[in-house]
């Protein structure tokens, strides 16, 4: 074990690390500027768990009306060998799919809950071999291909982590395209912004880690199309309907912070040496804790990570909580009670300050005359 | 968001409760508003759930969809809904006014009073422009056919939807936009989002500050999401367990009966509180005195609900799922101008609006030191009446000269930056020209002429007449942009019987697959 393995092992305590999926490493870019978030996430952390500890619970919940109507979308979207998504994945790409594809259930034989699971290790090289060997050629006579449910790997913070997609690996037109089923629909043309955003950087996820299979075996890792395919029901009904998606932008920021996660020695040199995160550490302990390690919150942590009702109650006396655009607005000053002193003129701030301390006290004045009603 | 704005929500956090950021109310506030507080079905697209309707807090009808994935239920819940809308709109139509258009030459009539739809938040907006757009083009015959007040449901909300884009448009609002509009809270604009946080700092509980108010309004456990969401420990450990005993009753008369006030009561649960914060709401904004231009405003509600109306009775068909090009352009051309002038009318109706423009020198605020109202320029071919006067300011004056600049307490006259000129203490005296809002003739009426002493505000911003934009007819549509559309059917084609318009193309789409 090396060192840094071991210092993150430390902070996690005595549990295994939390097993990464495309969701939380897509939620990593998220705001990756937050040193607690990227030692927590490094370390494999039950985040959920120990929000809970320290009194903040995350409100992440899914219902199950949600879950059940997406699994039947993608099971119509999926039936008959992938008949319907073949046509639906070449008429939007505009190729001739020349003929029925074949199709693999990379995931079939070991379902969870089945016996006799052959466990990841031996799906994750079958994942692999069945991939590498059916690696494009790319001059585009390669016969379509479809393959459902490939576990792919990724190493994140150091660790390799496996991905359970339900997506599709469709080989079409010499390259691989990652289609990913989703349930939110897409009307008169239309999807929910937010979700597309989620769901363009989970595809991000998924192309990156077939890249560095096809590299890993050897092959032109552009063999795997930047543009993925979203599969949507359209309108109110539940025909599907295909969508491009460019995730180059997603790519680039997610290799980003993936290398930023890999030089975590750089992280925890910042880090406290007592710092633990462990859940089942005394509570006032853990807050201590993850206080010493500073965090970057904004109120979009909201929607994303499960520490941020905890961050948000240990920065209620900042100026960002309120979001960077009132931080902006109020001249960049850190925390509500100082903007407050600057605008009541109780003191002239520092030299660098007397811009915003100008601004602040003109607004102050203006506000208070107004609600006085001495104006024209 | 402007620095005044972000002061207040310091302050607002500062003091613990909310901040007003207006003195007067910039919105219409109907004596009777249809309140509509409606949940959908996770995980389906825009399936109705339930609804909470009434124009009084005592008058609350719940509708219920027992089961949301079922199409026939589904519209029979838009029926209901029209059966409470539609009656609700016709109560408008009663008086309508004569207004002069075309320089008097001319005249068209108008309703003296129109509808005001409130939702707790623009999600609740959405939520009924996706309604709209999923029952306007049903059809009271063919393969699927719906009551006939269903596809005219969908076009009026359809028009409501439209409505709430257009900036200063009282005709359907969002609670929380509405009450974020006048005060600040010390949250952020993503926690704006949520109702009943938004009042908890704005009338906090005894015994708790905005801060823990709001906190506490974000368990869902104790205070239900405001919708259209629902929460998803309610779906899975209430509303589950009803919905499949509705469905499992099957032909069980009783049983079924009694599933179905299960529901209704679970429902009514998860409204109830939302629907007392709509209240709670309007009562807040309702003690607040209107601004002096939202009648004005209010009269173009007015006159999109007649126009519509006329649109409706005449026969027009439902509105387009997309504009075309030139239809779009002439629409983002109208809320432009709309959003300009609704700026302009906010500052001048109110001063802590006006003081947001202040602080980044588009206004300043002055004392009048010297009056001419006499002055007259004669070195054009006829004389004309050109008042000066003087202003001093103490306030960093952002205009050139030979700017042109307004007050809201005389809309009408131009008063152009003559001379600029510092004086002692960091003050400005400002020379200006006025001309125009003084009559024909060369001695200005009293009043006219702000006079020495007078606490004058000026300011770029003008109120004036924003003419409208050319634009080519449809069928002129420049190739840029597309083209002419494509010649449609005469309307006069008769549809084949049998053979109604099916395929991605067509706006019937009555045969939508179903789940």
Redesign the interface.
Known sequence: MTSTAQRLAEIRGDVPPRRHNARTIAALTGNPGCARRAVLDSAGVDKPKLAERVGFPA?F??????????N?FEAQVKADGGAELLRLVAERLGVDPGGPATWTDLGADDRPGQPGQPGQPDRSARSRAALAAAAPTGVGDDPAALFDHPLLGLDVAGQRVHLEPDLVAARLAGRFHVVEVK???V???QADPGKVAAAAIQSAVYVLALRELLAAEGHDPERVSSDVLLVC?R?????PVASLVDVRKQLLVLRRQLDRMARIDDLLAEVPAGFTAEPAADPADLRRSLLSVPARYA??C??ACELAYFCRHAT??E?A???R???????GVAT??E??AL?AGEHAGEPEQAEAAA??R???R??A???A?Q?? | MSTLRALAKAQALAAGVAQPVATVRHLHLSPRPLVLVSLAMAGEANAPLAALVGAAPDDARLLIVPQPRNRDQRFAFAAELAGIVLPYLDSFRGVSEAVAVDRGRDVRHRYVDAPQLLVPNPAGVTFLRLFGRSTRFRRPDGEYPVHPAVPLLGRWLTFFAERAEHPGSSALLAMTEALTLHWATGQSAVEDLHLPAVLGWLDPPPGLDGARAAARAEDPACCPPAGPATDPEFDNRVLAPAVAAYADAADDEAARRSAYAELERVLRGQLTPTWELMWRGVGLLAALPPGARVEGRWAGDRDAFTAHAEHVDAGGGPQPRRDGAVAAAVRLHRLERAGTSYAVQRAYDDPLVMAEHRLTGEAFVGDVTLADPRRVDDTGKRPVLRPRIQVVTTEPVAVPVGATLYSPARPGQKAKVVFLTPAADGKTEVVLELSGGMGRGLTAPPGTVPEVGERLCLTTLSDAFLPAGAFPAPEETPWTHGGPPAAAPAPADPVPAGHAPVGPGSDGDPSEEWA
């Open positions: 409100r919940g899914q219902s199950r009306f949600a879950i059940t109507r997406g039947a349930s939110f629909p009307i008169d043309g029901p309108d109110f009904a539940n025909q109120p979009e909201l929607a209620r006396a100026t909580t309120l979001g655009p009132v931080r902006e607005a109020l001249g509500v009670a903007a407050l605008a601004l602040l003109a607004a102050a203006l506000r005359d107004a609600l009603g104006t024209a």
